[in-house]
């Protein structure tokens, strides 16, 4: 067999550190980013609208972050936007907050959850203009729209061309900005606050000490937003099982969605059988000790 020319073994050597490089990047833009036992949606940082600036604004979200313990889930959220909002006079409770963070484990769309009213959702903003009356986790949720009433985007296909237009890079964190799993176009359309829930938990505000003592690191990623939100709150009151979470701004200036799953929550029987047989291996090795002491 004839020894393939030179130029295309370089040719062919090329294509495959060209694809091996694509790959590495499509991995990067779609699974899971792990790091520390956080699990990472880093979102563009120049698709944040604030007036006239795109990019780096008070409305610049940069990430946010899942980590789980068996029974714990904690949250953190990398961005410009404080948690008690922007004030702003002409807007819904005289500020723009965060929306509330939505959890989908349907498999379906957004919308289509939302009409099943299977999404669970987080109101971790006490300003914002969530229909639930206080912070906590919400099962059974159904969701609205807030950017009409807080000097907000009418879609996001309008977010995404003025952002695009504007020389920014429109991103959904995990998702692509133009992800068919969120309505585009429409009047109104963008669902970012809690319309309707039942309260199946709350939730623990977390410090920067206390997150990074867990292992929280965004600069990391440099996402390097100027606030870090933290809290967690008990997995029992949410499904096992992938998900996608997300949450706007309440003008719809930016969003992350992060693709994650929760392990489910040990069964108290297994848990009691955990420590019968830790009981058994205690006496076990007591009588072992008194043996050997006898002996
Ligand atoms: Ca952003
Ligand atoms: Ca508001
Ligand atoms: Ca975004």
Redesign the pocket.
């Known amino acids: 067999m004839n020894a393939l020319p030179k130029t295309i073994i370089h040719w062919i050597y090329s294509a495959t550190v060209f694809c091996t490089i694509f790959a590495v990047q499509q991995q990067k833009a779609t699974a899971a980013v792990l790091y520390n036992g956080w699990n990472y949606a880093i979102?563009?940082f120049s698709?944040?609208v604030t007036g006239a600036q795109i990019g780096g604004g008070e409305f610049e979200?940069y990430g946010i972050a899942v980590k789980e313990t068996s029974n714990t889930a904690f949250i953190a959220i990398n961005s410009n936007l404080s948690l008690a909002g922007s004030a702003n006079p002409l807007s819904q409770r005289g500020n723009i907050n965060y929306g509330d963070l939505f959890f989908n484990f349907s498999g379906q769309n957004f919308n289509t959850a939302n009409a099943n009213s299977s999404l669970f959702a987080v109101r971790f903003a006490e300003e914002n203009d969530s229909s639930v009356p206080t912070t906590g986790v919400y099962s059974n949720v159904t969701a609205k729209n807030v950017a009409r009433s807080n000097s907000g985007f009418m879609n996001l296909n309008q977010y995404n061309t003025m952002v695009a237009s504007s020389g920014g890079t429109?991103?959904?964190?995990d998702l692509a900005?133009t992800d068919p799993y969120f309505e585009q176009t429409g009047n109104w359309t963008v669902l970012n606050s809690i319309a309707t829930g039942t309260k199946v938990g709350e939730i623990n505000f977390l410090n920067l000490a206390t997150l990074t003592a867990i292992g929280l690191d965004f600069s990391q990623f440099n996402a390097v937003g100027s606030q870090t939100i933290g809290f967690s709150f008990d997995k029992s009151s949410m499904p096992s099982g992938s998900y996608v979470a997300n949450f706007f701004a309440e003008c719809a200036n930016?969003?992350?969605a992060l693709q994650g799953s929760f392990e489910a929550v040990p069964e108290p029987s297994t848990l009691f059988g955990t420590f019968v047989g830790f009981s058994i291996l205690g006496i076990g090795a007591a009588k072992r000790r008194v043996k050997s002491k006898v002996g």
């Open positions: 979102d563009s698709d944040g979200f429109p991103s959904m964190g900005a930016d969003a992350i």
